[in-house]
């Protein structure tokens, strides 16, 4: 699956390291989930440690129709990760995708999985 967003937020500077920020728009998925929805992110950053950031993100993802493997309908899709920046210019994450409710053929999905 790739996604494609388009964001207008803010970040929240707590000191030269740290920061939070919230973002809203649009997304688009394409491959084995397909739709175009709006999208709420929210981001922490911690870089308090020179070469050695870190990184959460929430993604909420709302779809009117969602098509997931031949499958139609609304879906509310959750995006959970983590992140660091071992290096500069190399960022390393790992995400967790799942669909929270939805509606429709996929109204199960939550509850019984594809």
């Given at each position: 699956?790739?996604?494609?967003?388009?964001?207008?937020?803010?970040?929240r500077h707590y000191d030269g390291n740290r920061y939070r920020g919230?973002?809203?728009?649009?997304?688009t998925y394409t491959g084995f989930m397909e739709g175009t929805g709006q999208v709420l992110t929210s981001t922490l950053s911690?870089?308090?440690?020179?070469?050695?950031?870190h990184l959460g993100i929430r993604v909420?993802?709302?779809?009117a129709s969602l098509?997931?493997?031949?499958?139609?309908?609304?879906?509310?899709?959750?995006?959970?990760?983590s992140g660091r920046v071992p290096?500069?210019?190399?960022?390393?994450?790992d995400n967790t995708v799942r669909i929270l409710c939805g509606t429709g053929q996929l109204k199960d999905v939550p509850r019984k999985g594809l």
């Open positions: 699956m790739t996604s494609t967003r388009e964001l207008i937020g803010t970040l919230q973002f809203t728009g649009t997304v911690n870089a308090c440690v020179p070469g050695q950031a909420l993802d709302t779809f098509t997931v493997a031949g499958r139609t309908g609304g879906a509310v899709v959750e995006i959970l990760g290096a500069t210019g190399i960022q390393i994450n």
